[in-house]
């Protein structure tokens, strides 16, 4: 039972490329939310998933694409990177809201040059 | 809006005492829950304990307690007898009936001094 696995764990990018976060879960949970982390600013909410198929936008969006094509999969992907993506990304899931706890995966550290 | 504010962003303590971190909200709701999350040096964030805004009783899960004043919109960690694997990131974070997503405190660093 994995949990949350996120994938890659360290990413480097130079401005301007492209690249995909995957988030897999094997909890069978409906909802999937993208955050980022940086210093002094807690979590802030990307995008998140209410089920298969379904994707809104959380509090900074912008830069960010998500897909979520099958329940255990959620897509975070950034089409031209910049420096102010440089963060730490979480991926989180749960059960159902909003008595069921997050559950998070490891994070992945993206650098952006 | 809802907010959560943790106005305490470094503690610290020495090992074996008690420390209490704050964590206030703002909401118009009567059916919500709150929850307190810690993210150790590792990174990974785990789940301490949850509060049901309708239940009385303080949550409580070994040395960690809340002190949950739902009139003050108060919502407490208290750990007792410190541990060195405690030093991490505590986020507070709130969730309504109706929402779909999950509101963080921008979080307290906590030190335990030896």
């Known amino acids: 039972n994995a949990g949350v696995t996120q994938t890659p764990k360290f990413r480097v990018l130079k401005t301007g490329q492209s690249m995909t976060l995957l988030c897999a879960q094997d909890m069978n949970h409906e909802y999937m939310y993208w955050y980022r982390q940086d210093p002094g600013m807690g979590l802030r909410l990307i995008h998140y998933s209410v089920g298969e198929g379904t994707t809104a936008k959380g509090e900074v969006p912008d830069g960010y694409n998500v897909s979520r094509l099958k329940k255990q999969n959620f897509l975070l992907g950034l089409e031209s990177a910049a420096p102010s993506q440089t963060s730490v990304y979480f991926c989180a899931s749960s059960f159902t809201v909003p008595s069921s706890p997050l559950h998070f995966g490891n994070g992945t550290r993206l650098t952006v040059t | 809006a809802q907010t959560v504010t943790q106005s305490q962003p470094e503690m610290s303590v020495q090992e074996a005492e008690t420390v209490t971190l704050s964590c206030t909200y703002d909401?118009?709701?009567?059916?919500?829950?709150l929850f307190w999350y810690k993210q150790p040096p590792s990174r990974q964030m785990i789940l301490v304990i949850r509060?049901?805004?309708?239940?009385?009783q303080n949550a409580t899960e070994n040395r960690f307690s809340v002190n949950f004043q739902k009139a003050a919109k108060s919502f407490s960690l208290k750990i007792s007898d410190s541990q060195l694997g405690d030093a991490a990131m505590y986020f507070c974070a709130y969730n309504y009936q109706g929402a779909q997503k999950l509101v963080f405190g921008q979080g307290t660093r906590l030190t335990i001094n030896p």
């Open positions: 509060q049901e805004a309708y239940k009385q």
């Open positions: 909401t118009s709701e009567s059916d919500y829950y």
